[in-house]
């Protein structure tokens, strides 16, 4: 693209203005990513628990969390995504798994309670 294809017979078939608002354009682009500011990377703290007969509420904010139902019997654990208010039986062998997505978004805190109180076991791991 040159800013300068000019014909001189009353402006027809010049686009030297089209031309040079493109090249504005690209500039004022190239200028906004450069101001991006850079940031390092956050540091992240991975949680490993195992719990039987008792009631966890995860008190944190977290990223990502994977509750597993480790029982071998009949015996199930509940999980409650709004702290309690409501809850899904997790049965022996099955795994829930929840992530918030990159851009360190997150889960706020006391959103997930766990309940082995029916006998189950869980192993929940998350990120804080």
Do not use: H
């Amino acid at each position: 693209m040159s800013v300068g294809d000019l014909k001189t017979d009353g402006l027809k078939g010049n686009n030297f203005p089209w031309q040079l608002k493109m090249l504005k354009g690209l500039q004022g682009i190239i200028n906004a990513i450069i101001a991006i500011p850079t940031t390092s990377a956050l540091s992240k703290i991975p949680v490993i628990e195992r719990i039987s007969g008792t009631t966890l509420s995860i008190n944190v904010g977290i990223q990502s969390i994977s509750i597993a139902c480790t029982t071998i019997s009949s015996t199930f654990i509940e999980v409650s995504t709004d702290n309690g208010l409501s809850s899904v039986k997790i049965r022996p062998g099955e795994t829930v798994y929840y992530d918030a997505g990159a851009l360190n978004n997150y889960f706020d805190n006391f959103l997930f309670q766990i309940d082995t109180t029916a006998g189950g076991d869980a192993l929940i791991t998350y990120i804080i």
